[in-house]
């Protein structure tokens, strides 16, 4: 990056691409940006410009720099349907997508308990597809995922869509399409299984998220069981007087 008579201090000009990112989504919630060695790197510039673009965006709020966690996108308040749409969340798992990388663990048809056959409004002991996944970043694990699906929608999923494909995707591309949704967050202890997968300590304290996603008319598409390192992950929420639905999404 070199500068001309006319143009901007550097660092103003490396914030403003950084901001871009942020905008469209290449650098998405919950997910550190760069170091700053490796923001270096990339534009050819000092340290200290570097940090002086970082300080920029974080004065405008649209980054956070905590220590141990590196440096965080700031969740920005939608204004208009369209950019509500466009945050929802498909299209947030999606962006999650573009800096993570997903082991598939397992995959195989199993009985439903009573406590899945509820979640996906089946009878116990029906048939479903069990998916185990780890997400990671740089090799380390920033969650796990336990997903069931109906066998007819499992049945229409390719193999290879299971290995690098967010889940949500895959199965609107056997035409199911979703439409709504409902998610609680609990505070959990890491068991045997879950601490083995996100290679932590057992009994570790993680967020675990319960999903159910539904088609347009009601219809359950997917279970989701989801448990987060807490260190990885912020919850912020925008609250107002005015009208409006607070809608917030964890990614998988």
């Known amino acids: 990056m070199a500068p001309t008579p006319d143009s901007p201090p550097l660092f103003q000009q490396v914030a403003q691409t950084l901001r871009q990112r942020l905008r469209d989504g290449t650098y998405p919630v919950g997910i550190p940006l760069p170091g700053e060695r490796e923001l270096t790197r990339e534009f050819g510039v000092a340290r200290t410009t570097i940090r002086s673009a970082l300080a920029r965006l974080q004065e405008e709020g649209s980054i956070t720099r905590l220590r141990g966690q590196g440096t965080l996108p700031v969740a920005q308040p939608s204004t208009d349907e369209h950019s509500k749409i466009r945050n929802g969340l498909l299209e947030n798992i999606l962006r999650f997508g573009q800096r993570t990388r997903t082991a598939l663990v397992s995959a195989q048809f199993v009985q439903a308990t009573s406590t899945v056959a509820q979640a996906l409004q089946v009878a116990s002991g029906t048939r479903v597809?069990?998916?185990?996944?780890?997400?990671?970043?740089?090799?380390?694990?920033?969650?796990?995922?336990?997903?069931?699906?109906?066998?007819?929608?499992?049945?229409?999923?390719?193999?290879?869509?299971?290995?690098?494909?967010?889940?949500?995707?895959?199965?609107?591309?056997?035409?199911?399409?979703?439409?709504?949704?409902?998610?609680?967050?609990?505070?959990?202890?890491?068991?045997?299984?879950?601490?083995?997968?996100?290679?932590?300590?057992?009994?570790?304290?993680?967020?675990?998220?319960?999903?159910?996603?539904?088609?347009?008319q009601g219809v359950p598409i997917q279970y989701l069981i989801g448990h987060y390192a807490p260190d990885h992950y912020q919850y912020r929420m925008r609250l107002s007087r005015t009208g409006g639905t607070t809608t917030v999404w964890i990614t998988d």
């Open 129 to 216: 597809m069990r998916v185990v996944r780890v997400r990671k970043s740089h090799r380390r694990p920033l969650l796990c995922t336990e997903v069931y699906l109906p066998a007819a929608i499992a049945e229409g999923i390719h193999p290879q869509m299971l290995e690098d494909m967010p889940l949500l995707e895959a199965i609107e591309r056997t035409g199911h399409a979703f439409a709504q949704g409902e998610q609680e967050l609990i505070a959990v202890n890491a068991s045997p299984e879950v601490a083995q997968l996100l290679e932590i300590a057992t009994g570790a304290p993680l967020l675990r998220v319960n999903r159910v996603v539904a088609d347009a």
